[in-house]
Nanobody
Framework: QVQLVESGGGLVQAGGSLRLSCVAS????????MGWFRQAPGKEREFIAA????????AYADSVKGRFTISRDKAKNTVYLQMNSLKPEDTAVYSC???????????????????????WGQGIQVTVSS
């Protein structure tokens, strides 16, 4: 069984910063990538950022480009999301997810598609006050 556990969420004022962490544990598996997604009340889940587990290449949604940075620590099986210059519209439940490699295929670029992620964390609340 695979578990993804997020931490680091909370309440912050507009313009502030938060750093989210997501640790993968349980059954060992090869990853193509790990990603961050968010869902605001009344809206669908949306892609935020993803990072290739092998070469560290990244992808970002336009709405967060230049403000958010995704990174990984392979030794700790952890992915991070540094969020700067937060805005009230960033308020949402943030979830991390893992795209498992299905041998013999390897996805070269980190996927931005929700349906290509196999394992999901429970999510963590981020609230940005104005």
């Amino acid at each position: 069984q695979v578990q993804l556990v997020e931490s680091g969420g909370g309440l912050v004022q507009a313009g502030g910063s938060l750093r989210l962490s997501c640790v993968a544990s349980g059954r060992t598996f090869s990853k193509n990538a790990m990603g961050w997604f968010r869902q605001a009340p009344g809206k669908e889940r949306e892609f935020i950022a993803a990072i290739s587990w092998s070469d560290g290449s990244t992808a970002y949604a336009d709405s967060v480009k230049g403000r958010f940075t995704i990174s990984r620590d392979k030794a700790k099986n952890t992915v991070y999301l540094q969020m700067n210059s937060l805005k009230p519209e960033d308020t949402a439940v943030y979830s991390c997810a893992a795209d498992a490699r299905k041998a013999p295929y390897t996805r070269v670029a980190p996927s931005t598609r929700i349906d290509e992620y196999d394992y999901w964390g429970q999510g963590i609340q981020v609230t940005v006050s104005s």
